[in-house]
T-cell receptor, first 113, second 112 residues
């Protein structure tokens, strides 16, 4: 009964490939997020969805495309992967946007070779 | 502005000592200030939060203080234990941009 789950946990791929990360939450939350945590541990917001609608899209290359098929799922697709995309990607969810506890998934460690 | 500055970047204490981590924010409209703890290889987890209508909040050995005038807030951990060792992140809501901005993190090491 994991609250926020992500798959896969590890992803190793070659430059130029396309990959997807999936996220699901069973908390009934309205808002979901994608964060990127780089090697220096900085946590940076990438996208946020509220009730399947995109509410924030930070300055992220358009190679990154989020998709929310329903309120409980927020997937991240990445095209033409680059070395600099290597990081840990966290999905999170909260009931209210931005002023409520965010529950993070376990993270997906992406390594681009 | 969207900056949240966090200090120190690393903090080493002996077990039983207190630890204080400080953050400053730039958006005067910020009204929500959570603190997250991230153990090695794990996900960030909320440990305490405070809203702008409150000056201090405590939960057992953890307390957070907020000074809205100076735009800074602090995490205080008393009687530290080795299991408190982790990276701690402060964050502030940026109302106009509808997002939470995280500080750069503080690596706390508690030595037995």
């Amino acid at each position: 009964d994991t609250a926020v789950s992500q798959t896969p946990k590890y992803l190793v791929t070659q430059m130029g490939n396309d990959k997807s990360i999936k996220c699901e939450q069973n908390l009934g939350h309205d808002t979901m997020y994608w964060y990127k945590q780089d090697s220096k541990k900085f946590l940076k917001i990438m996208f946020s969805y509220n009730n399947k609608e995109l509410i924030i899209n930070e300055t992220v290359p358009n190679r990154f495309s989020p998709k929310s098929p329903d309120k409980a799922h927020l997937n991240l697709h990445i095209n033409s992967l680059e070395l600099g995309d290597s990081a840990v990607y966290f999905c999170a969810s909260s009931q209210e946007a931005w002023t409520d506890t965010q529950y993070f998934g376990p993270g997906t460690r992406l390594t681009v070779l | 502005g969207e900056n949240v500055e966090q200090h120190p970047s690393t903090l080493s204490v002996q077990e039983g000592d207190s630890a204080v981590i400080k953050c400053t924010y730039s958006d005067s409209a910020s009204n929500y200030f959570p603190w997250y703890k991230q153990e090695l290889g794990k996900r960030p987890q909320l440990i305490i939060d405070i809203r702008s209508n409150v000056g201090e909040k405590k939960d057992q050995r953890i307390a957070v203080t907020l000074n809205k005038t100076a735009k800074h807030f602090s995490l205080h951990i008393t009687e530290t234990q080795p299991e408190d060792s982790a990276v701690y992140f402060c964050a502030a809501s940026i109302t106009g941009f509808q997002k939470l901005v995280f500080g750069t993190g503080t690596r706390l090491l508690v030595s037995p």
